[in-house]
């Protein structure tokens, strides 16, 4: 009895391991396994950065010449852009000239100009568009965080700004000047450039590039940092930067922006509140859990108004631990 009940579970095992083998090799049909393809592709969310891989085979490309042939005005515009320069790079025709950007032209050009043999930018994803740009440009510090940025994350590509063959500014290809190119978007922050007191942002002293990387980074609003990563502000305000020995602790822990409005602002120094010790009493009020309270004999009548007469050093001090000098 127990001989054929070891005997039954041989054969089940058998029985089943063999129904295994064959549904694993049976074929899969297509358009069932498009349809795997499909549920596959929409269960995962949508690439930031979408790969592109160039073929190798140079048997493929036709070259920048060929191009010519038909897109004579493009290459004039072409010649005289910094892109020009892969014209005379290694590794083979996929880095050179026009096929660098838009792939392989071999089949397009014995299409008789079939645009759906060749890749374009035009009605491209800005995802699509971009991991074509990137393929050169994301080993630099200045681009490599593109890929995950806030522009990219909100479908604003490489060609959303950059003009690779009619730039109105040469040297990065741009669409237009700044900051009349961030203005199309941003046109909340141009109404605070145009505020009585800001930075000199639109008489050109200033850029936007110099506070913020537009290709992103670590910081938030797409900030740059300096190279102790202290806030952007100090390469230019450099005698805030410290380190003090008295610390004004909202300067390293919320930073500049808890007092000042870095646009624009319709207060002096642009500061968020037109008189100095309505800004320092949100913080050391008499109620203050935290910060220090305002002293009692700081009746807030027109002599203590002006915080920052006495408290001279308010950004921090090497001195005083009151700030008063």
């Given at each position: ?294 002293p009692t004999f700081h009746n807030q009548a027109n002599k203590y108004q002006a915080c920052t007469m006495c408290h001279t050093a308010i950004h921090g001090s090497n001195s005083d631990e009151f700030f008063f000098k």
């Amino acid at each position: 009895m127990i001989r054929a009940t070891k005997l039954t579970r041989v054969l089940l095992c058998s029985i089943v391991a063999s129904v295994v083998v064959i549904w694993a090799a049976a074929p899969v049909p297509v358009h069932a396994a498009h349809k795997t393809g499909e549920k596959a592709k929409g269960s995962s969310p949508s690439p930031q950065h979408e790969l592109y891989v160039q073929p190798s085979d140079p048997s493929l490309y036709v070259g920048s010449e060929t191009c010519k042939t038909c897109h004579e005005d493009i290459y004039k515009e072409f010649a005289n852009t910094p892109h020009f320069q892969t014209m005379k790079g290694k590794g083979g025709p996929q880095w050179q000239g026009c096929e660098a950007c838009h792939g392989p032209g071999k089949a397009h050009v014995d299409g008789g100009g079939d645009v759906t043999k060749i890749f374009t930018f035009k009605g491209a994803s800005a995802q699509e568009s971009s991991a074509r740009c990137l393929d050169c440009h994301e080993l630099g510090s200045e681009h490599s965080n593109f890929a995950r940025s806030a522009h990219l994350e909100n479908n604003v590509g490489c060609i959303s700004c950059h003009a690779p063959h009619h730039p109105k500014e040469s040297q990065f290809l741009m669409k237009e000047k700044t900051p009349e190119l961030c203005y199309g978007c941003h046109q909340d922050i141009k109404a605070q450039f145009d505020r009585p007191f800001h930075h000199r942002v639109n008489e050109g002293m200033v850029q936007c590039n110099d506070c913020h990387n537009p290709h992103g980074g670590f910081q938030q609003r797409q900030l740059r940092a300096t190279a102790s990563q202290d806030a952007v502000c100090v390469k230019c305000h450099v005698e805030k930067a410290g380190p003090f020995v008295y610390e004004h602790p909202p300067v390293k822990i919320e930073g500049c922006t808890s007092c000042h409005t870095p646009h624009g602002s319709v207060n002096p120094r642009l500061l968020k509140r037109s008189q100095v010790n309505m800004l320092c009493i949100e913080c050391h009020s008499l109620a203050s859990g935290g910060a220090t309270a305002t002293p009692t004999f700081h009746n807030q009548a027109n002599k203590y108004q002006a915080c920052t007469m006495c408290h001279t050093a308010i950004h921090g001090s090497n001195s005083d631990e009151f700030f008063f000098k």
